[in-house]
């Protein structure tokens, strides 16, 4: 039987969700940066550079499969914005709105969607603009599907742009204290998701 291993991580900004840059004309930081992954470990869905948070990797294609096809499995954002958003536009985002995904239209699913206070996070290693260019207000928005950019392109969707993104549970799995770039191995994935 093979036995497969899994990990927790923090990823920081600026690193991409993936141990291979395709790219040759800039140099991207990468998860193998963080720590030594066997072979064969793989992000399980996937944060832009830009964001941050909790990421899942295994070495376990099924494990991989089920958290992010079946689209069961929630995923929560804390999110700033650059505006002060209203109940008219979370409203506009739990009920579903049509985004561009690739090319084409989408229409999100309904989801779940709140204003909340500002959360106590690190430091993010690049400055986020100050109040000195307007207000800001931050929201927790929980999707049990996950397209390209999904939430950034929402938010943009009602008028207020994302400034960070900062996926805090997968599941039943909770950012909790684990700083930028932690990783903690766990025996079972499935068990606690």
Not at 61 to 87: H, M, N, P
Not at 118 to 138: A, L, Y
Not at 173 to 180: K, R, T
Request: net charge positive.
């Amino acid at each position: 039987m093979i036995s497969h291993r899994h990990f927790i991580i923090y990823k920081p900004f600026g690193f991409l969700s993936q141990f291979i840059n395709n790219q040759t004309k800039r140099k991207k930081k990468l998860l193998g940066e963080l720590y030594d992954f066997p072979k064969g470990t793989m992000a399980i869905g996937r944060l832009d550079v830009k964001s941050e948070g909790l990421l899942l990797l295994t070495t376990d294609g099924k494990v991989s499969d089920y958290i992010t096809t079946r689209g069961k499995v929630e995923k929560e954002y804390y999110v700033q914005l650059d505006g002060a958003i209203t109940t008219r536009e979370i409203e506009q985002l739990k009920n579903g709105i049509e985004i561009g995904i690739h090319g084409e239209k989408y229409m999100t699913k309904p989801c779940k969607v709140r204003a909340i206070d500002i959360p106590d996070f690190p430091k993010r290693s690049m400055k986020i603009r100050d109040d000195r260019h307007g207000p800001t207000s931050w929201i927790s928005i929980t999707l049990q599907e996950g397209k390209f950019r999904q939430v950034r392109k929402m938010t943009s969707a009602v008028g207020f742009p994302t400034l960070r993104l900062v996926r805090i549970r997968i599941g039943n799995v909770l950012l909790n204290d684990l700083q930028p770039g932690d990783v903690i191995e766990i025996e079972d994935l499935m068990t606690i998701i």
